[in-house]
């Protein structure tokens, strides 16, 4: 699936029809959870879960601002207004299989819908199902000066916004960058994050090297794999190296572990080091 079609063109029509965006929505799971923006949308995203008759949640714009709304129940999609520059904008979201595809019409002086102007934008989810954080956890970096330890970002990224992944992953020597690419399966989970931050030129440049894929690859490719069932594997693997890796992390930074966990974790270290796995192998198995 192309997520970078443009459907512009349709927009009157679909807002004069008052129907739903998109006839996929019926296969989507329904609107809740964390929505990341992509393409035009970068740097946005989107909060919301089902409250009473209709929605409520938070957008966040790209610069970070942040609208709290309530939104009326249209079929499977949410419709709510918020104010954007100034002006009245219809916010229009509707369940995708990959995420949700997001309609904005501003509205003119006179409350009348202007969508020659509007815009339609995909934002797919966030991550699914995640356990609750353990005792390691520490928050988002705000900004890439910011040092966080490697076992740190090992037990808190997959809880943070794409923004903070961006500033975590720039934020860690760089001999923990190396060694996290002998774990494929995590330095895709992690490529996919800074594929859906902003202004994460020199992240990505770092992340992909080697890795054999391109962020329209990831980005695609971790949507078909929510659509057909295989994100929850393709997780349970990540979680799996993201473990060896961070015992790995925890016996060289000198973290009460045994020798015994040690020794195990050196082992698997080994086999992985051997291994021909890259980001992009990672991928294929799960899209």
Known sequence: MN???????????????GIALAPLAALAAGLSGSYYGIDDATGASISIEPAGDGFRGTFFDRHGNAQKFEAKRNGASAETQLNMDGRRVMLLVDPMPYGARVALVPLDAE???????????DFVRGELDLPAPGPD??????????????????????????????????????????????????????????CLAPDAGRALALALRGQGVSCAQVIDGIANAQISG?????????RAQRATLRLNVRCADGYPESRQNCDRAARELSA????????????????
Not at 147 to 157: G, P
């Open 230 to 238: 295989n994100f929850d594997r393709f997780k349970a693997e990540a």
């Open 111 to 121: 409350g009348r819908l202007d969508p020659e102007t509007g815009r339609l934008l």
């Open 272 to 287: 992985q080091a051997v291994a021909l796995d890259t980001a992009a192998s990672v991928l294929a198995r799960y899209r």
């Open 3 to 17: 997520l970078r079609i443009k459907m512009r063109k349709l927009l009157p029509a679909l807002v004069a029809a």
């Open 137 to 194: 956890f520490a928050a988002a970096p705000e900004h890439a000066r910011e040092r966080i330890t490697a076992n740190s970002f090992l037990a808190s990224y997959e809880f943070w916004a794409p923004v903070g992944v961006r500033n975590g992953y720039l934020s860690l020597p760089e001999r923990f960058r190396t060694l996290m690419r002998l774990f494929p399966a995590v330095q895709l989970d992690v490529i996919w994050k800074l």
